[in-house]
């Protein structure tokens, strides 16, 4: 049989067409293909409420959390600045990713208070939960002398608890919604003890928060607050408001807010005195958050 | 069954002319790559097991990619910050080099050659061009390449915190270890 010159020529040619072929760019494939959400809120104070940011193992995150007097007066005690502040100082250290215990102490009642946090569910960007879930307990010790009640409380009488279980999603980059239900107890009520119970019957309170987020640049957002809470003996709800901004600087978190509650604490929160947004009986008051990674 | 002239000429042509042609190209998906961090107080490196890079022997391309959110520092806290905050690996999840081998290989040597290539690092959708110098080796498996370069985060739009305490280092320096293997087109 005689061979045609042109199959030949085929058929030299077939392996220069499959390596020209081959010299593609890679296809580009993410390796990382369903991960965790981060950030959802930069940090784990959302205004006065807690959220589901957990802190890294060997994490050590401090906060310092202020609310000034309400800025009624105006320019008479500088809207509010004069009043003094509550002030929360708070140190939170990481045992697991996913599990931290903290100890703080608050001005107001010279509240000193200790918990732990725990993410129990975690969003996720694929497959997975659509939300996050953590858990926060914090029990609480009022040491407050109160001489000018011209009464005593002993310490069974001067103990509080709150269990917060902070629920998140975040939608994009931009949104983030938190819901917090939450229940307090106290050991004894009083409305000088900051608690707004008029009949000063109330032990328990409880409610759900609610927050958002929406960053406007890659390192701010505006943020609200929301926390309706329920006095059980007096069937009343109380309702807290809270606007806020929250400045990311890198290693630092800056929180500055204006609240119609003095309450920097879960309990407090709850059970505290809240002002008319209306009346102008909200307050100024900022949260420094700052993390150090010591493990 | 008898076969024609052409049948035999046409299998060996495949045999020993095919697979030598496209063995020129070498490809890996699990190399190294390390961005070092030296700012003042601190020094940190994230890395990833998972660089992907391809080298045509033939006509000198090579193109290299790592996922960004693969890169692991030792520290979920500054891992986090690194993929939400400031590589935004979400939104821009690759850095990739691509260019063109312009020194000379062979594979028949041994031992490390020194190789450059010029091309363009692009992340964050933002390229920009280089001349990266480095080695190549031919090996029983295939052809290992080592290089390093540096970059600056701010040529890729990278906002670093500004802030008292400096974590993050403008300058990166960026090494990679990978294994290429002869990758045959079916």
């Given at each position: ?14 392996p220069l067409l499959a390596a020209s072929e081959a010299t593609a760019q890679l296809t580009r494939e993410?390796v ?264 | ?15 020993f002319c095919g697979r030598p042609a496209i063995a020129q190209l070498y490809v890996a998906t699990d190399g190294y790559v ?14 990833s097991d998972n660089l992907a890079g391809l080298i045509n022997l033939e006509t000198g391309e090579v193109d290299f990619y790592v996922d ?26 690759f850095a990739e080099f691509g260019g063109t081998l312009t020194s000379h290989f062979d594979p028949e040597m041994e031992g490390e050659q020194p190789a450059t290539v010029t091309g363009?690092f ?10 990266i110098s480095g080695t190549i080796e031919a090996t029983d498996e295939g052809i290992r390449v080592r290089a390093g370069w ?24 960026i090494n990679i270890d990978i294994l290429l293997r002869p990758h045959y087109e079916n």
């Open positions: 049989m005689k061979i045609k010159p042109y199959l030949i020529a085929f058929a030299l040619t077939l993410r990382v293909q369903n991960s965790p959400v981060e950030l959802t809120f930069p940090t784990s104070r959302h205004i006065q409420l807690n959220t589901t940011e957990p802190l890294a193992a060997g994490e050590l995150y401090y906060s310092i959390m202020h609310a000034f007097g309400t800025v009624e007066n105006g320019i008479t005690d500088f809207w509010g600045l004069d009043q003094g502040a509550n002030i929360r100082f708070s140190l939170e250290y990481g045992i697991t990713d996913r599990f931290s215990v903290f100890a703080a102490r608050s001005s107001m009642d010279k509240l000193y208070d200790m918990g732990f946090r725990y993410l129990y569910l975690q969003q996720m960007t694929g497959s997975g939960a659509p939300v996050s879930a953590g858990l926060v307990v914090t029990a609480g010790w009022m040491t407050e002398d109160y001489t000018f009640l011209n009464q005593t409380y002993p310490f069974s009488d001067r103990n509080q608890l709150s269990i917060v279980m902070p629920v998140s999603r975040k939608f994009d980059d931009r949104f983030s919604l938190l819901l917090v239900p939450a229940i307090a107890a106290f050991s004894r009520t009083n409305p000088l003890l900051r608690i707004e119970d008029p009949l000063d019957t109330d032990e328990i309170f409880a409610g759900v928060g609610m927050g958002s987020r929406y960053k406007f640049t890659s390192r701010s957002s505006v943020t609200v607050q929301y926390v309706p809470s329920y006095r059980f003996e007096n069937e009343t709800v109380n309702q807290n408001f809270a606007i806020g901004l929250d400045m990311e600087t890198g290693g630092h978190v800056f929180q500055i807010f204006f609240s119609n509650a003095r309450a920097l604490n879960d309990a407090y929160l709850l059970a505290g005195p809240n002002g008319s947004f209306p009346d102008f009986e909200f307050r100024f008051g900022f949260n420094i958050n700052r993390s150090f990674q010591i493990r | 069954m008898k076969r024609s002239a052409f049948y035999w000429i046409f299998m060996g042509c495949l045999l390390e961005f070092i961090s030296t700012a003042p107080l601190l020094e940190f490196k994230g890395t960004l959110a693969s890169l692991d520092t030792g520290n979920r806290r500054r891992d986090r910050d690194m993929r939400q905050v400031y590589l935004e690996t979400d939104k821009y999840p363009s692009k992340m964050r959708e933002i390229s920009r061009d280089m001349t540096e970059i600056l985060l701010e040529d890729y739009d990278i906002d670093r915190p500004s802030v008292l305490f400096y974590e993050l280092s403008d300058v990166q320096t």
